[in-house]
Structure formats: structure tokens, C-alpha cells
């Protein structure tokens, strides 16, 4: 069982900073993606970004070259560190993790666990 629990959100003016964290507890040594997601009042939940266990990143259209996505292994966290934030960033992030299976050449989530979430606040 893997247990995640993030902090950081908060209230923050537009073009601020705000660094997100995700420490995560219990077996993470078969974790195939350690994600961000988000999801504003009246929309459905969208992914942020996405950290690999291979190292490769992935990033939202709306969200590239401005957040980026790490982890701090010794700390087993996974950090999303945002600016040039905009109202339209304002949500509860999320952060996922899953265990995939890779079966006739697609993987396969078998695995998911959640986040409680941690909101964020732009103000214009």
C-alpha cells in the first residue's frame, strides 16, 4: 500500500511561485509514474505533469515551461514547482501514483493511489 500526502498550496498573485510537494509512505519500489493532476470547480480533472520511473517528464500544454516536476529521492517526494502562475492555474492538485503492466506492447495501470489534494489559489 503506498500513501501520499501533499502540502504547499496555498494563496498566491499571478506571475507568484508556489512549490507543491507529494511525500509519499509505503512501498513505492514498483512505481511506474508519479504524477500531478489538478482539477478546478466545474472541470474535469486534468494531468499537470509526469515524472516516469524511467526519468522521462511529461508536461500539460498549459503548463509547459512554467511548472516542473522532480523528485527528491532520498525524501521520497515528488515536488511540482510552479511559476509565472495565472488565475486559470487556480485548483486542488493532486498527486498519483501507479503500478502498470506491460502486456502486447501497452502498459496497463493496476494499480492507482490518490492524494487527498492541496489547493492553489491565483489571484489576478
Known amino acids: 500500500q503506498v500513501q501520499l500526502v501533499e502540502s504547499g498550496g496555498g494563496l498566491v498573485q499571478a506571475g507568484g511561485s508556489l512549490r507543491l510537494s507529494c511525500a509519499a509512505s509505503?512501498?513505492?519500489?514498483?512505481?511506474?509514474?508519479m504524477d500531478w493532476y489538478r482539477q478546478a470547480p466545474g472541470k474535469q480533472r486534468e494531468l499537470v505533469a509526469a515524472?516516469?520511473?524511467?526519468?522521462?517528464?511529461h508536461y500539460g500544454d498549459s503548463v509547459k515551461d512554467r511548472f516542473t516536476i522532480s523528485r527528491d529521492n532520498a525524501k521520497n517526494t515528488v515536488i511540482l514547482q510552479m511559476s509565472s502562475l495565472k488565475p486559470e492555474d487556480s485548483a486542488v492538485y493532486y498527486c498519483?501514483?501507479?503500478?502498470?503492466?506491460?502486456?502486447?506492447?501497452?502498459?496497463?495501470?493496476?494499480?492507482?493511489?490518490w492524494g487527498q489534494g492541496t489547493r492553489v489559489t491565483v489571484s489576478s
Open positions: 515524472l516516469r520511473s524511467s526519468g522521462n517528464t
Open positions: 509505503g512501498n513505492i519500489s514498483s512505481i511506474y509514474s
Open positions: 498519483y501514483f501507479d503500478r502498470v503492466a506491460y502486456y502486447s506492447g501497452r502498459y496497463y495501470v493496476i494499480k492507482d493511489y
